[in-house]
């Protein structure tokens, strides 16, 4: 339990962003697969989800070599055995989780996933159902679940409205000794931004990518890493640092943003004040941090953020609960947040529960330093930003 109390802040704040998770997550999925040193460099301390995936490709019998702000990744043959721990544990992470379910899906060695309990309460049958389709033998569709393969990789479907994870799984771990692999996708794609990232992640390894209408044709006549790779910092964090700056009248400068154009629409979208409706279609991570600046504004809706509900809590519906929890309106219509505006927080009257979601852990802290209150489990936040905690505590 974490004890914050109301802050009055007079002066700007000097703030930092993590290593970006989405972009550390496929690199080191792609440097595993590649037998030559890849040299991953980095700003800032790496989240527990990164970890994770680090974990697991350990497993894989991957080697990475840690040292301040550079890992060292030689990678294996993938599918040519030599599995140095069959049980994989993937965290809190649902990323992780597809993307080593596909991994997996190349060896012919059984495999276990397990994760912590809200990983266990995630469904998985997107992608494990188009693994099955290729030949993989699965046990379940949430961890702890067993998968054997090799899969076939020749051509296979993907339903691309709930998450775009499964898609982007598939297009940077599939086995790169097959050719024309071919993913047809169906259902209005969501979190487009992600998906193109693993594109271009792709394309630089030397995979060649053709799109024709709903299919993606992947081709890889040769398969090469880059040997350093600089990862950017964690802009999906971007809005707890406008609600912050909401909250208190203050600017929130970030000194380690750096460019990047990943998600840049999407954050325009959060930094204009008078936008009184948000399509988060591409960034439903942002569901949360944005309803509560929304109701420090002038109110507004939140649209496009059906496939929020599948993250590590229903983030819609605990978005809804927290908001109230400090004394905000905010209303679910349909598939749409109603939120009234001019609200600040109030100290909650019982401690907020994060419900293992590490973005409702970080608006619930931001609000707190306003309002003041208790926050149970906050060392979730340590999924993306292990430094999360200590800079809250550090504001007072």
Sequence with gaps: MLIINPLKLTKSVEWDLPPSKS???????????????????????????????????ENFGVEVTESENIWKVRGINFGGGGI????????????????????????????????DDSLRNRDFSEINNALRSMGAIISSDNPPFKIKGPVKFDKVTINTQKSSQPLSS????????????????????VSRDYSELTINIAKEC????????????????????PKIVKIPQEISLFPISV?????????????????????????????????????LRDCSDFITPAAAILAIRKGGEIIGAKHAKGKESDRIE????????FGMDCEIDEEKLLIKGNQLPKRPEKPIKTYLD?????????LATYSGGEIDNPEISEITDPTFIEKILDLG
Aim: glycine share 6%.
């Design 84 to 115: 140095k721990n069959i049980n994989f544990n993937c965290g809190n992470s649902g990323t992780t989780t597809n993307f080593v379910t596909v991994m997996a899906s190349c060896f012919d060695t059984e495999i276990i996933l397990d994760g």
């Design 243 to 279: 609600l912050l700056s909401e909250l208190h009248g203050v600017e929130f400068k970030i000194s380690n943003l750096g460019e990047s154009d990943f998600l840049k629409s999407s954050i325009e979208m959060i930094r204009t004040i008078d936008k009184k409706v948000l399509n």
């Design 358 to 366: 590490h973005r409702i852990a970080m608006t619930a802290m931001a």
């Design 318 to 325: 605990k978005t809804v609960e927290l908001l109230k929890a």
């Design 206 to 225: 030397g995979v060649t990518v053709r799109k024709n209408n709903n299919n993606i044709t992947l081709n890889c006549d040769k398969f090469i890493v």
């Design 23 to 57: 972009h550390m997550i496929r690199w080191l999925v792609a440097a595993s697969q590649n037998e030559q040193e890849t040299i991953i460099k980095f700003n800032g301390e790496p989240g527990k989800d990164i970890i994770s995936m680090k974990r697991c490709i």
């Design 170 to 189: 598939l297009i940077i771990a599939f086995d790169k000794n097959y050719k024309n692999f071919t993913i047809e996708c169906t259902g209005e794609p």
